[in-house]
């Protein structure tokens, strides 16, 4: 195992299981693949941008389209969100490379008893792209003042990959507001540094191009880290959602304030341990960026939370959008089922 030190503590990083180190040997999709389904989305064509009031309908359901100005540190942000439904509020925030977009299976089937608000994170989709604040801590703030300016008092979060790095500042900063936090597909205690070799390339992106073609970068990304094939009117939807302009050199400034391994160091010595509310891990059963078996021993390692809890669904990285069905059901007995604070 590899050592870490840091403020008079090792941090060790975790072998990786035999099924696992097969799993990522070849994580990247061959060139071939790849270049055979960007054919399929060659017609992409951008999105127009939404308008405060924008409704559209998806899996039966209506989507509105909100836009607000929140204070951020000496700036003020511009936020894109979506919601769907009343009830108690469940704030739900993607990853990369998503919008609000990647919830709205979930979103729709929940509808009929939750208020669901979904953000485009600052740098993604129709959010805020000028320079500022991208470090995680600093943004999960913002994000609270947008709450703030919404009337969101305490509410559940649900946030994945990306999301998550901000939603376990936000759990830890604020922790009687989140009623319930939902984490899925992010580092938690385990780590290993094999398991994120994109990384440094997302942060060098500005310079090597690795975001220019948007189509072929969301495709990559899904070929990486998925594991069952995202329905091609989805897949559409998300290459238009992260090609708005200004995406492609605002996501990576968050990698140049961090790195991967400097968050699992950060989450480990101080956000954890200052996790109140009950969690619920839910993790892509399939999941190459973030083996199950890093997960099942979760509950030693969050020692303060009122509950913590892993559910798994059977899908890849991107459950939300590989297994919809099965994920909104997941999730749904995951926010009944949550036990009291």
């Not at 989140?178 to 580092?187: D, I």
């Not at 619920?280 to 099942?296: A, K, M, N, V």
């Amino acid at each position: 195992m590899g050592q870490v030190s840091d403020r008079n503590s090792v941090y060790e990083h975790t072998e990786l299981p035999s099924r696992a180190r097969t799993a990522i040997a070849s994580y990247a999709p061959p060139e071939k693949l790849l270049a055979e389904q960007l054919k399929r989305y060659a017609d992409v064509q951008p999105r127009p941008a939404d308008q405060e009031g924008d409704i559209e309908e998806l899996d039966g359901v209506v989507f509105t389209h909100h836009f607000a100005d929140a204070p951020g540190d000496q700036e003020t942000v511009r936020w894109h969100y979506v919601e769907a439904g009343t009830g108690e509020p469940v704030v739900f925030l993607h990853g990369m490379p998503d919008s609000w977009f990647m919830w709205h299976h979930q979103m729709a089937a929940l509808a009929d008893s939750y208020r669901c608000i979904a953000v485009d994170l600052k740098g993604y989709g129709q959010s805020e792209k000028g320079r500022g604040d991208y470090r995680h801590a600093g943004v999960a703030e913002q994000l609270v003042a947008l709450l703030d300016e919404l009337g969101i008092g305490r509410f559940t979060l649900v946030a994945h990959d990306r999301g998550a790095v901000q939603g376990d500042h936000i759990a830890a900063a604020h922790p009687w507001r989140v009623a319930h936090y939902v984490r899925t597909e992010q580092h938690l205690h385990h780590f290993h540094p094999a398991l994120s070799p994109h990384d440094e390339l997302i942060a060098e992106a500005p310079w090597s191009g690795l975001m220019a073609d948007t189509a072929r970068f969301v495709v990559w990304a899904y070929g990486m880290a998925g594991a069952r094939p995202v329905a091609e009117p989805d897949l559409r939807r998300i290459i238009q959602e992260f090609s708005y302009p200004g995406i492609t050199h605002a996501v990576p400034r968050y990698s140049m304030n961090s790195t991967f391994h400097q968050e699992w160091i950060e989450r480990r010595r101080d956000l954890i341990p200052r996790w109140r509310c009950p969690i619920t891990l839910i993790q892509g059963h399939d999941s190459r960026t973030q083996p199950r078996e890093f997960f099942t021993d979760a509950d030693q390692y969050i020692p303060n939370a009122a509950g913590v809890e892993v559910r798994y669904v059977t899908a890849g990285h991107f459950w939300p959008m590989e297994n919809p069905e099965e994920g909104n059901q997941v999730l749904r007995d995951a926010l009944d089922a949550r036990p009291s604070a």
